[in-house]
């Protein structure tokens, strides 16, 4: 596999490793992928204000699977909630240059972007338990 | 930008040309450049004599004889003229044959090619460390059956399946018994008499030779083997295989053999003990390793582990500079984990998670201590950011969450 300059930048320094308390009342929090599928996706987002504040990931995963959680949290923050549902994975296959058989990599973030917002909105419409999609 | 320290570490896949091995070839290739089938001069009869003492070194060097060796491009044909050509060959003994589900591609594939044309194939699962059953086996056997082909040495997992007990059971049960010894030839002893071996597979580029030229034996006596031929022509090679024989690459790999013949004993045992220290080396410096295969039966040469939490290719990506192999599906065209580790039932995760290091003739302490540091290193940056490793430090099994599958 040969990778564009952007994907091994992001695995060599990943961006905003780490988690976030995932019970607290402004954070969001996505987890997509299983082990067995070779990739599994753990993005959170914490709001402030209707703004995303801060976002982090972990990513069990390939190269182009940790790229593109890392590009999905550095583009999260400072985005609004609306500005955030419009990110496409599209988008992260173009800024990274992912080929082809990568693409699903893309996608889980996509759904991992979903996934932390949609917690995010339940918990702040007062729903206790975390959200399944 | 090349990182100063390369270190090869993927022997199963290939090895480089013993510079001796070389030398061997080098005057075969302008000098003595005749066409071993040229039969009316001398440029012929000194290309013929080169192959026939090649042939005939081969042959004694697993107990046969020079006029059981044909010679092929590598150890893909030989398995396919073994499969194929037995099967058209023995057609009116039966249409079943028997192999096992860690086989080389090179094997199934041909089988898998048979059963469309009407064959019938009973595929051995193994056990958690690559083993056939036995008694299995011995069952499977049926009146119909024309050939079982188990390999000798696994090409992932590196274990080494009885080859001696499996000929004896083929004897017994009058069936023939065909061996893909690719990971084996040179390295592990093997004695056609001695293990009922009829046919037997081998590639010069897994033992210092070069790549282009295989072989493969097919017994002549007691019982002889008989082979269609699936390459038309000239009828060389007694008409098991057609096509101009590449004479420097049959003098090489006879070379080739020679040398790991000379010291087989003390190269494996020296090729165990860096294995070993490497394997000693990454179970100490980290927690949550598996090793797949046989630990105690298997190529001297071979360590597949596993790293749990950590992707394979991922892996592959940090440590710069270390050439090994992934079971993880990412390094496959297909998208799906290896096959074998499948096979053996532990699991996807752990499949996506394997890393096969394979030492040779030319791995030295240093690049074995290299390798570990930095394979260490590399599991460690990536179960930092693994989601899997921090959910199990949380002490959540794994195997309880639901996953969302994609």
Not at chain 2, 216 to 228: E, S
Not at chain 2, 262 to 268: G, I, L, M
Not at chain 2, 315 to 340: D, F, K, N, Q, R
Request: proline share 3%; with cysteine.
């Amino acid at each position: 596999m040969v990778y564009s300059d952007k994907v091994i930048d992001h695995y060599e320094n990943p961006r905003n490793v780490g988690s976030l308390d995932k019970d607290a009342m402004d954070v969001g929090t996505g987890i997509v992928g299983a082990p067995e599928c070779g990739d599994v996706m753990k993005l959170q987002i914490q709001v402030e204000g209707g703004v995303i504040k801060d976002a982090k990931f972990k990513t069990f995963g390939c190269g182009s699977a940790i790229a593109s959680s890392s590009l999905a949290t550095e583009w999260l923050k400072g985005r609004t909630i609306a500005e955030a549902t419009a990110i496409r994975n599209v988008d992260i296959v173009e800024e990274l240059a992912l080929p082809p058989v990568k693409i699903h990599c893309s996608v889980l973030a996509e759904d991992a972007i979903k996934q932390a917002l949609a917690d995010y909105q339940n918990k702040q419409k007062g729903a206790s338990a975390p959200s399944e999609d | 930008m090349k990182p100063s320290l390369q270190v090869y570490l993927d022997y199963q896949a290939t090895t480089p040309v013993d510079p001796r091995v070389l030398e061997a070839m080098l005057p075969w290739f302008s000098q003595s450049f005749g066409n071993a089938a040229s039969r009316n001069h001398a440029f012929g009869w000194e290309a013929e004599k080169g192959v026939e003492e090649a042939r005939k070194s081969m042959g004694a060097a697993i107990g046969g004889s020079g006029r059981e060796i044909v010679f092929t491009s590598g150890a893909t044909e030989s398995n396919n003229i073994a499969i194929l050509g037995v099967a058209k060959m023995y057609v009116p003994k039966g249409k079943h044959l028997i192999t096992c589900s860690t086989e080389h591609k090179a094997v199934l594939d041909p089988m898998h090619a048979l059963e469309q044309d009407g064959w019938e194939v009973t595929v051995l699962g193994v056990n958690e460390k690559g083993h056939i059953d036995l008694e299995e086996l011995r069952a499977a056997i049926r009146e119909d059956t024309v050939l079982v082909s188990i390999m000798h040495g696994n090409n992932e997992i590196g274990t080494l399946h009885p080859i001696g007990a499996i000929g004896a059971i083929c004897r017994e049960k009058g069936t023939l018994f065909h061996t893909d010894a690719t990971q084996t030839l040179g390295k592990e002893a093997i004695d056609v008499q001695a293990m009922n071996i009829d046919l037997l597979s081998a590639s010069a580029h897994k033992i210092y030779g070069p790549k282009g030229v295989g072989m493969l034996y097919v017994r002549r006596r007691n019982p002889r083997v008989r082979i269609a031929a699936i390459m038309h022509g000239g009828g060389h090679e007694r008409g098991m295989r057609s096509g101009t024989l590449n004479v420097p690459g049959v003098i090489g790999f006879a070379k080739a053999l020679e040398l790991c013949l000379a010291n087989r004993e003390a190269d494996q045992q020296r090729l165990a003990a860096l294995r070993d220290r490497l394997q000693q080396r990454l179970s100490a410096g980290l927690t949550h390793v598996h090793i797949n295969g046989d630990p105690d039966n298997r190529l001297a040469c071979s360590l597949n582990i596993s790293f749990e939490f950590v992707e394979g290719e991922s892996m592959l990506m940090g440590m710069h500079g270390i050439a090994v192999s992934s079971g993880s599906a990412c390094t496959s065209a297909s998208l799906e984990p290896s096959y074998v580790l499948r096979a053996l039932g532990i699991g996807d995760e752990l499949a996506h998670s394997s890393i096969r290091f394979s030492l040779g003739r030319f791995t030295t302490a240093e690049e074995v201590d290299h390798a570990a540091d930095l394979t260490i290193a590399t599991v460690l940056k990536l179960r930092a950011m693994s989601p899997l490793y921090e959910m199990a430090m949380e002490g959540i099994d794994l195997s309880t969450v639901k996953w969302g599958g994609h």
